[in-house]
């Protein structure tokens, strides 16, 4: 019975020791392998205290087992020396395939016992020393040449690459190296293993070959000495001509051929797989016109390519060119003539759009191929590519290096720790934020490395397997719940990155420049100077045009002590960043000051904006979008509130009954009308509001301006209605009113199509009550039409509604109000064939509904005559066009940008839809409508149209339509005519929901435009 007790015994001492699989443990202990050492408590205590118990003891197992000379050696310096044990081991227990080359290689362990005892690194020329004579090169000749090739010399390198692994990774588990130092070390064995390599492709060569000198420069995290374990080799090839046997230089082309051979078989060398395994890829795609340029170029070559041809990405790259192998005075000189053209990258067209394209097209990337890949990767566990992982760190850092390092020679680093601690000493980053910062690459990039080091795979993804993330988590010293601990650290430390990732460009600029007093920031001392310049080159990385008008600004929105203040330098990396994207930011961020000074002191904003993130974001993207919601917002700042609510604009009958309560509870017109003016701009805020945050555009172009111009109309006529309804309530003094009224809407009021810029084109109807004397009466209908416009028109905090009533009969010279009869007559006897085309956009918005249906009735017959239009009226019709044309559009306008009159604009479209209702609408009682879209495809339903012109007339008047409301947001005003102002046209993209830029915006709307007049002469004027 005590065998079983003491067997369980030794099991639970294992399982205790932190073994995964006791009883396998205890069977290779009990192996003629371990003799002494499985009895040993203290080599016991060293296997426990590894990464990975079991994968450390399986690997010793074969390790002892290997028939060599000196492994009762190897077993009597582990009991013996703790050094060598602990390396040892935690090498073991943390990489698989690092424990089975030692097995291959039994010999290889001397490398750690080799090790000084200060655990001190090797260095780059001892690992250059070491590399070159494992492939037999002297490491003392100006260009080694090996004597080792092929197979053999590629074999050689790998073991010597290995051992060099073997003392790096022991440093790292135990011998307390930083990350950072095991960055600079694995880059340095990197450099060494490119010489090597370099040395064997020269023996390689022909007899025949000319000289060349050949540079290899590291690139990203080689050239910046912070290498991973596994990761491709970066690099970029520099060449020259050598020196000939008789001392003449080599002919350029025939040097470059012999670069183009050493740095391809180096390429292979370390890449190809042989039973060593492979080594990992050298990577050229960073050179000059990637991988479709040549492999290797002179220095001029460069030179040339750079100064004429390089994007902003590649001035990126080269914040980290380092020569690593072969000519370094060569390689040097490429870096001297490199570093300016980065530093000098900020003053590009478009640098900081082209840096923010290039971070989102790697964020794109990863996702693609995350998306495309086996099994369950996916962006959450990408700790390099993923929410706050390291790319996060590495941009933001690059950026602010970009923009500061031109004035400030010490953020000029190449490895992204040196950079974010210049950054901090400069005050370009808070010291906190830059500790925090550090602290949370250190980790990302320490996971990443034991994620590599286990299968030495090339890798970035978190595990999600249990072993690996206990083995993970032991390794970085967690201890009670290992992989729990391991995933609350790594969701802690990606939570700051991404926070900090949003503020690095933003809250540096306000932690300098909120501090300083107005008066510091204009102080000609350089370190004052300084100071004020940082702030303004970080503001201008972000897009702002005027960076010292912005400076002031922001001064005014976090100067002082208040809460007020502390929760705007909270608020404003946000709001900067969000600005930053928009097509204006100087005018967003002014527009953000002027709100927040009206409404500062109000409690619930700044608590809103904080505390609930869709309100902030939709109030930027609004203050963004232009001077239309920007003026409407100013006129009543109370409505930021309503950006926490539901934006949907209200249907006309919710509108009704929300007037109708404001009439009845006025003491007077003029108050109600004042409260109705204040429903309809809460109202047309709303809209554009719904419209800009995009809740109009999933349906289509089509659907989206259907919707602005009914939600536009049914404000317009609830607006009218409510103010007709006010007037007819307190102007009659006796309270005896002796008119029906009615209001018709005309024109695109008519046709439910009101943009943000249109007026009100109505006509005033009226009829007589029985008894009313008809002198009084008309009297009593003028005094309402009038009263109604002026109240509607009156300057206040509100926009005001122009009622236009030009379109009545005689127009100017006709009265403003006419009866029923007498707009009857009018039409009967006198009317011109323009005024029956302008009648077929008439509807009734507002008034009595029987006299407006009547009205209707009565225009019917003239509108869609009978016969329908003759010759003669199709005639003057095109007449009346052509001289349209000719005498309405206004002085200096550019007429292939005119929206409404340039050719294939609003009134081609329109007029074409017009024609075929005067022609067909007694007969076609589908086109009996007041919308153009609705004609349209009435027209195309009956057979009048073609379906094809059908959709391209309606493509074009759509996109015309959102067009010209676009101007009117961005612009805050109304107009007609197409911007070329650079910034506008971005707005109006912005608003189309186009990620287009100036030009090719311009260029859709004169394709359609063109398209549509060819179809209007054809159809208009049936010509073939």
Known sequence: MAAPRERESQLSRLARRGFADPAAAAALLAGPEFEDLAVDPVFLESVGKCADPDTALGSLARLLAADTDDRQVLRATLAASQPLRGRLLGVLGVSSVLGDFLARHPQSWHALDELEPEDLAPGPDFLRRTLLTAVGADPGAGEPRARLTGLEAADALRVAYRRGLLRITARDVAGGASMAEVGRELSDLAGATLDAALAVARAELSADAVPCRLAVVGMGKCGARELNYVSDVDVVFVAAPGRMPDGSEAEEYEALRTGTQLAAGMMRLCGEVTAEGSIWQVDAGLRPEGKSGPLVRTLASHAAYYQRWAKTWEFQALLKARPVAGDMELGEAYVGFVSPLIWSAVERPHFVEDVRAMRRRVVDHAKSSLRSAPGSASVEREIKLGPGGLRDVEFAIQLLQLVHGRADPSLRKRATLDALAALGTGGFVGRQDAQQLAEAYEFLRTVEHRIQLFRLERTHLMPTDEPSLRR?????????????????????????????????????????????????????????????????????????????????????????????????????????????????????????????????????????????????????????????????????????????????????????????????????????????????????????????????????????????????????????????????????????????????????????????????????????????????????????????????????????????????????????????????AYYQRWSNTWEAQALLRAATVAGDADLGKRFIAAIDPFRYPESGAGEAEVREIRRLKARMEAERLPRGADRALHTKLGPGGLSDVEWIAQLLQLRHGNDVPELRVTGTRASLAAAAHAGLLDAEDAALLDEAWTHTSLLRNGIAIVRGRPGDQVPTDAKELAGIARYLGEDVDSETLLDTHRRLARRARTAFERLFYDTD
């Open 472 to 824: 993970i988590g032991r390794s970085l010293g967690f201890s009670t719940d290992p992989a729990g601990q391991l995933r609350a650290a790594w969701q802690s430390h990606a939570r700051v990155v991404r926070q900090l990732h949003e503020k690095l460009f933003y809250r540096p600029l306000l932690t300098t420049v909120s501090r300083l007093a107005p008066a510091d920031v204009r102080l000609s001392t350089d370190s004052e100077k300084l100071s004020a310049d940082a702030a303004k080159s970080r503001l201008t990385a972000l897009g702002y045009a005027d960076p010292a008008g912005a400076l002031t600004n922001i001064e005014a929105l976090t100067s002082g002590l208040s809460r007020r203040a502390a929760i705007q330098r909270t608020l404003l990396p946000a709001f900067l960043n969000w600005f930053g994207d928009a097509p204006d930011p100087d005018a967003s961020l002014l527009a953000f000051r002027r709100l927040s000074d009206a409404l500062g002191s109000t409690p619930w904003y700044l608590r809103s904006l904080r505390d609930e993130g869709e309100t902030a974001a939709r109030l930027a993207q609004l203050l963004s979008s232009g001077g239309y919601v920007t003026d409407l917002l100013l006129r009543a700042p109370n409505a930021v509130a309503e950006l926490s609510k539901s934006i949907e604009p209200k249907t006309r009958e919710s509108l009704a009954t929300e007037l109708t309560a404001l009439v009845c509870r006025a003491s007077d017109a003029a108050q109600a009308v004042a409260s109705v003016r204040a429903v309809r701009r809460r109202e047309l805020l709303r809209i554009a509001a719904a419209d800009v945050l995009g809740q109009f555009e999933d349906a289509g172009p089509g659907v989206r301006v259907e919707a602005i111009g009914r939600a536009l109309t049914d404000v317009t006529a609830a607006t009218v209605q409510g103010a007709l309804d006010a007037v007819l309530a307190f102007g009659s003094g006796d309270g005896k009113p002796l008119v029906r009224f009615a209001v018709i809407g005309m024109g695109r009021f008519g046709g439910f199509e009101l943009g943000y810029g249109s007026d009100a084109d109505v006509l005033f109807v009226y009829e007589p009550l029985p008894g009313a004397d008809e002198r009084a009466a008309s009297s009593a209908a003028t005094a309402i039409a009038t009263e109604m416009r002026s109240l509607l028109q009156t300057p206040s905090t509100d926009p005001p509604l122009q009622i236009d009533a030009d379109l009545r009969p005689e127009g100017r010279q006709g009265p403003l109000v006419r009866t029923l009869a007498s707009y009857a």
